[in-house]
């Protein structure tokens, strides 16, 4: 049995963020390797959790999107087009073999 996964905000200093839109929101997206997940944050002078794509290199689970209550009117109607951009991100960062700590 698998305990369900709570959402915390991140840090976010010192983080390699790519940026994409979604469905004309700016967001930016930050991959750790090691756990498999994206953080999606709004793209903003004072930027917002947005949710954390998770189990992304799982090759068990599938991957979800975990949105973040306080963005959940816009962006719950978007989670599939979120994770479909953290999943780009995250492989984007796979690819270039890049270092990233843990969340």
Known sequence: MSRPIKYSPV??????WGKAEVAGKRVRLWANLTT???????????P?????????????????????TQQAEWANDLREELLNAATL???EVAAAGWDTPAA
């Open 36 to 46: 498999g997940r994206v953080v999606v944050q709004t793209d903003e002078l004072e």
């Open 11 to 16: 840090i976010t200093e010192d983080r390699d």
């Open 89 to 91: 991100r995250f492989n």
């Open 48 to 68: 917002r959790d947005v949710g954390i794509a998770v189990d992304l290199d799982s090759p068990i689970q599938p991957s979800q999107m975990l949105i973040n």
